[in-house]
């Protein structure tokens, strides 16, 4: 009985893949999804379809149900391998049950020539073979349909699927479907050089030469492999740099305003402290938007023959009387929303907020949202060096 038991723990890393470590709520939410999305699908299906319709839906819909809940990032769960390997399926099926007399020689072919077609379209969908085999083996009813089959029912059904899908993921945290394309262009400074952090490291060609140098089959997308090299560089930086948080390099004695602070009050506070931003807070001191010295300059009127001098002046100094065609406070000209950090983030979750989104200050808040501090890149650069210095 030892013996066996060794021999089957033996087996265990062979029969048993380790699966993506996901949280009880994210496989708890895509089990809703895929149950929800199923249901609408079939009720629908079920005013429109009988008979062969029907066992489509239970051949493919439920299979693809998963790939499109559980793994909505999947290469394999795109809006165009869901519709294009059905309908390719279907019309391969279609073509072999009418073409070759004997169904079984007749299934090998479609199954095989539907991955082929797929390959060659970059619509893989591994629920499309059932879908070719059911066109092949439905019987009579299935073969009456004729290529109608990939319209009604296979393409009824795909549709509804889809809209749930694109419905269903988009509503749920943390999800976003389709999938977005792996770009690395500078789109904040309208060029196409790669973004700060991703002119090192790895890039789109090494990901790719990669991939071919593999020569498999990887249900992986690109963007996907390059987050998650990204997040694992995260991690690997935390565990060498300690445990060292905003709140450890934030500046804490700052100079704040208000929504109803005066422009020039603002002004005057920007350059008395010679920063370059100062937080706007509610009375709650809950951070409502952020003020710089751009926003001052870049509502200058600049079309005018005067100064820039005397243009900056005129826009910051209050306007007599109770009317104005300008703005008076800082709540009319501050950059919002604002994005902040935590007091307890680690200060390598700063870089990417820092570099590629072209921040040069970030607010840093406590647990109920009130503003504590301000980080600055100059803050972080001190701090990567001294935990460079130090090891």
């Given amino acids: 009985m030892h013996a066996l038991r060794q021999f089957l723990l033996g087996l265990r890393p062979y029969l048993v893949t380790e699966s993506t470590p996901l949280s009880v709520g994210e496989r708890l939410r895509s089990t809703l ?129 889809l809209l749930m899908a694109l419905v269903i993921n988009n509503l749920m945290p943390g999800h976003r479907y389709p999938a977005r394309p792996n770009t690395r262009k500078d789109h904040r400074h309208r060029h196409n050089d790669p973004t700060p952090l991703d002119r090192l490291g790895l890039d789109r060609t090494d990901l790719r030469n990669a991939l071919r140098d593999l020569d498999t089959y990887l249900d992986i997308s690109e963007a996907d492999l390059d987050r998650v090299y990204s997040q694992a560089g995260i991690h690997a930086f935390r565990r060498k740099m300690g445990n060292i948080t905003c709140a450890d390099i934030m500046s804490r004695d700052l100079s704040t305003a208000e929504y109803g602070t005066e422009l020039e009050e603002a002004w005057a506070r920007l350059r008395y402290h010679k920063v370059k931003a100062i937080p706007v807070i509610d009375p709650f001191r809950r951070v409502i938007g952020v003020i710089t010295l751009v926003d001052f300059i870049k509502r200058a009127n600049l079309k005018t023959y005067e100064t820039f001098e005397d243009k900056l002046i005129r826009f910051i100094r209050r306007t007599p009387g109770v009317a104005s065609e300008k703005p008076e406070v800082v709540g009319q000209i501050m950059a919002t929303p604002v994005v902040t950090a935590r007091e307890d983030m680690h200060i390598v979750e700063l870089v990417p907020m820092l570099s590629d989104k072209g921040l040069h200050h970030i607010p840093v808040v406590d647990g109920d949202a009130r503003l504590v501090g301000m980080v600055t890149q100059s803050d972080l650069i001190a701090a990567l060096y001294t935990g460079e210095a130090m090891k």
């Fill in 33 to 161: 999804a895929a149950f929800v999305a199923v249901l609408v699908v079939g009720y629908i299906s079920s005013r429109f379809l009988e008979g062969a319709g029907l066992l489509v839906l239970v051949a493919s819909m439920g299979a693809s149900a998963i790939l499109l809940f559980v793994t909505p990032n999947s290469p394999l769960a795109q809006p165009w391998p869901l519709v294009g390997g059905h309908l390719i399926a279907a019309f391969v099926g279609v073509a072999c049950a009418r073409l070759i007399p004997d169904l079984w020689v007749a299934s090998a072919v479609a199954v095989s020539l539907t991955i082929l077609c797929m390959h060659f379209s970059h619509s893989l969908h591994p629920p499309g073979g059932a879908v070719a085999l059911v066109a092949v083996l439905g019987g009579d009813a299935v073969h009456a349909e004729g290529y109608r089959f990939m319209l009604e029912p296979v393409g009824l059904n795909v549709l509804l699927l």
